[in-house]
């Protein structure tokens, strides 16, 4: 909701002063500059990217701008789940979880966690580190360095759709001047014509590179950052896990285990020490 308020001051903001100085609204508005701008950054965006990658574009935008799916209520559900895998783990061996950590998606217990279940990505992060520890019986400092090899790898993914969106933000004062040199081709060729028409001819071209800026710095470089931002709030669930797992397998106990991942979590969704250890009372 905040990157539409945004959206809306940057261009209100711009419009007011525009006004405000007694200039006209109706020649700003170019649907033929907007088409080549766009839509040469749209044709540049698909070139550089790979399909995969455009489907994670895709995939972040809604967060942007919704809010980042990995909320309080995730991180309580995913520290309740690893207690709750730890615990069961710990009372009656590996056996008593295998099912679940084999087919998570069928299992009661990771049902109970909808918020977590939903994102398969770090189900399968969990599950797939689980399953290695328990089948190699690695040490914890080995099973750390193999999964950060892996957060090492995901993190590229997750920063990667900021990465192609700040490059289209690039491009586009770019195709802004494209836009305005068209323009003046236009106007070139109307050299003969009555002054008003090639007045007009030219702001028109003023425009197109007004408006490459203007999406460059005000919606398209501002909208990349907060894909980053998201992606590097994401990354603190993977840390999360990471660190419970490696105290577990360390000797600690369950609930020692999901105090040290609690720990890495953000301010802004890290549960307090007596909210995770009343939720957790449900779960043993």
Known sequence: MLVLIGFV???ASVLFGYVAA??????LWQPFEIIIICGAALGAFMIACPLPLQKRVLHFLPQTFLGNRHNKLFYMGLLALMYSLFFRSRQNGFLSIETHIESPYESELFQNFPDVLRDHEIVNFLTDNYRVFTLTGLPAHELEALMDGEIEHIAEELMAPSHAVNK???ALPGFGIVAAVLGIV?????????LEQIGTHVAAALVGTFL???FAYGFV????????LVG????????????AL???VSGYSPGAAVETGRKLLPPEVRPSFAELADYLRDFR
Do not use: D, K, W
Request: proline fraction near 4%; charged fraction near 10%.
């Open 9 to 11: 001051v940057v261009l």
């Open 22 to 27: 007694h200039g006209q609204l109706a020649a």
């Open 168 to 170: 289209v933000a690039e």
């Open 186 to 194: 236009i106007t070139m060729g109307s050299i003969g014509g009555p």
């Open 212 to 214: 490459g800026v203007f």
């Open 221 to 228: 470089g501002p909208l990349a950052s907060n894909m980053h």
């Open 232 to 243: 590097e709030q994401q990354l603190r669930a993977y840390h999360c896990i990471r660190t």
């Open 246 to 248: 490696v105290s577990t």
